[in-house]
């Protein structure tokens, strides 16, 4: 029988990012890791993982997701509060956590970071500038002369408190036909 505690409170992990700083943390904090739960043995104590393509500041910022969602895991509220501030980094930071998200395979953060970049990248910019940016290489189906009229038919797309009147009608007007 082995004298190591089996609650997941009381047994560590010890984390080792790619410029040799070391986390100790408990196992139910590294629950999020993915990558790492089949490195974990279940009947030792500080079990040491090297994380070869996360650096220390990442990890720590990382560790601190894990943590945080491990100790309010009930609070919905506060989670979603702290998401949000979690994400509000730096560019470059936001790369590297995107890199060691989908490294660990932390299947909680890959949606919100996706999220997080996807506005960075193309929320507040001009159609022209998504279209033509390099990275997208979106063409548009619709011809210049086209799209005034396509903006006509779909402005409740681009001006949210102008639904147009069609659209109402149907709306009240259509009835579900249970026969």
């Known amino acids: 029988m082995s004298s190591v505690s089996s609650s997941p409170w009381s047994r560590t992990i010890v984390l080792m990012s790619s410029d040799g700083e070391t986390f100790e943390i408990y196992e139910a904090e590294a629950q999020p890791l993915l990558a790492i739960k089949n490195l974990i043995k279940p009947d030792c104590n500080k079990t040491c993982i090297s994380i070869a393509d996360v650096t220390r500041n ?10 945080v969602h491990a100790e309010f895991a009930d609070n ?10 979690f994400l509000d980094v730096d560019d470059a930071t936001l790369h590297d956590l995107k890199d060691a998200i989908l490294f660990l395979n932390i299947r909680s953060l890959i949606p919100l970071i996706n999220q997080a970049l996807a ?58 036909n249970f026969e």
Do not use: G
């Open 58 to 67: 990442t990890l720590a910022m990382i560790i601190s997701y894990c943590r």
């Open 76 to 85: 919905d509220e506060l989670l979603t509060s702290f998401d949000r501030m």
């Open 119 to 176: 506005n960075r990248k193309i929320k507040d910019n001009s159609k022209e500038y998504v279209c033509d940016t390099e990275r997208f290489k979106i063409k548009s189906n619709i011809s210049q002369e086209e799209e005034p009229e396509v903006r006509r038919e779909n402005i409740w797309h681009f001006d949210k408190s102008k639904t147009p009147s069609a659209l109402r009608k149907r709306r009240t007007t259509v009835k579900p």
